[in-house]
Nanobody
């Protein structure tokens, strides 16, 4: 069984920074990608950033390009999201996801609140 544990959320003022961490445990070998999604109240869950282990290719949503950076360690199945210059519209629950040959696994989510 695969489990994801997220940490690093919190309350920050606009313009501030936070770093989210996600560690996977269990049968995580041969994972394809790890990524971060977010869901604001009343909104659909959206992809924020993703890293593909085979070639370290990264993807960012347009709304976070230039402000967020995803990084990670494939061997440790750990992924990070450095979030700089945070804006009130970044407020959401942030979820980590790992894509495995057997399917996708989600973390429990961590709240990020940006005050204006």
């Amino acid at each position: 069984q695969v489990q994801l544990v997220e940490s690093g959320g919190g309350l920050v003022q606009a313009g501030g920074s936070l770093r989210l961490s996600c560690a996977a445990s269990g049968r995580t070998f041969s994972s394809y990608t790890m990524g971060w999604f977010r869901q604001a109240p009343g909104e659909e869950r959206e992809l924020v950033a993703r890293i593909r282990w085979t070639d370290s290719h990264t993807y960012y949503a347009d709304s976070v390009k230039g402000r967020f950076t995803i990084s990670g360690d494939n061997a440790k199945n750990t992924v990070y999201l450095q979030m700089n210059n945070l804006k009130p519209e970044d407020t959401a629950v942030y979820y980590c996801k790992i894509v495995l040959p057997i399917g996708d696994v989600w973390g429990q989510g961590t709240q990020v609140t940006v005050s204006s």
